[in-house]
């Protein structure tokens, strides 16, 4: 759809941007991937559409978030803490960067500044599911799985038809070692989306804990080949790539 109103509005800076976005976030290869784009061609597509967009408007807050989630994607976080610093000096009520701002800090390392960040985040948009999924998972990284648990109940009327909710609840489960609810969570949430790659080997880590190793399998993402010749024991593939 982004595409066709690209083709059409070549020179609209949201349009431009959120194509941008879209396929930067469709990058795949890694764990919570929302799809299989190679990052190489993710980059290549992205970079000259926010190139444009800002030329067009070099003060559209959107362009520079974007620009500090494709920053940050490829490790760069300090120079994606420039670009989300100026998006949200640009506009302070743009909630994604706020969020991407605090998954930057947290992959810096700086803790506090990303609990503040992603606070920012949940102010403007206090039902939005992403932000507090970052939120759980720290919760959880902390072992405070009361509040992680409080959370996720406080989401569930407002997201319990959604594959997100399910996967965040499927994560709890598991790792509280509740590995049959944990299973029938993570299938609820596939069921609801199956093409989103995160989703699938949510469920396969699931399976794998209960020791169905052959069910597993398949549900791991294409291009996640190396955990899949990894639990086929097919070592002589698996080590040269690792």
């Known amino acids: 759809?982004?595409?066709?109103?690209?083709?059409?509005e070549p020179d609209y800076p949201p349009a431009l941007t959120s194509l941008a976005e879209v396929v930067v976030l469709l990058?795949?290869?890694?764990?919570?991937?929302?799809?299989?784009?190679?990052?190489?061609?993710?980059?290549?597509?992205?970079?000259?559409?926010?190139?444009?967009?800002?030329q067009i408007d070099p003060d559209f807050a959107d362009a520079f978030a974007v620009q500090g989630l494709t920053l940050y994607s490829d490790g760069e976080y300090q120079q994606a803490e420039l670009a989300l610093r100026r998006a949200v000096e640009l506009n302070p009520s743009l909630s994604n960067a706020w969020n991407w701002r605090?998954?930057?800090?947290?992959?810096?390392?700086r803790l506090d500044d990303a609990e503040r960040y992603i606070g920012e985040a949940l102010k403007i948009d206090p039902?939005?599911?992403?932000?507090?999924?970052?939120v759980m998972f720290s919760l959880a990284s902390q072992w405070r799985m009361d509040e992680a648990f409080a959370l996720l109940?406080?989401?569930?009327?407002?997201?319990?038809?959604?594959?997100g909710f399910h996967n965040m609840d499927a994560f709890l489960l598991r790792e509280t070692g509740q590995l049959a609810a944990s299973n029938s969570a993570a299938k609820r949430s596939y069921e609801l989306d199956p093409?989103?790659?995160?989703i699938g080997l949510?469920?396969?880590?699931?399976y794998l804990l209960l020791q169905?190793?052959?069910t597993a399998i398949e549900f791991v993402p294409p291009m996640m080949g190396i955990m899949r010749t990894y639990l086929m024991g097919t070592w002589e593939e698996a080590l040269p790539e690792l």
């Open 1 to 8: 759809m982004l595409e066709g109103i690209v083709a059409q």
């Open 212 to 214: 169905d190793t052959e």
């Open 102 to 109: 605090s998954i930057t800090a947290r992959g810096d390392g």
């Open 153 to 163: 109940e406080r989401l569930r009327p407002f997201h319990q038809d959604t594959a």
């Open 195 to 198: 093409d989103t790659p995160s």
């Open 127 to 134: 039902l939005w599911l992403t932000p507090n999924n970052n």
């Open 27 to 54: 990058r795949g290869g890694y764990w919570n991937a929302y799809g299989e784009v190679d990052p190489d061609e993710a980059r290549a597509i992205a970079a000259p559409l926010l190139q444009r967009a800002l």
């Open 202 to 206: 949510g469920l396969a880590f699931s």
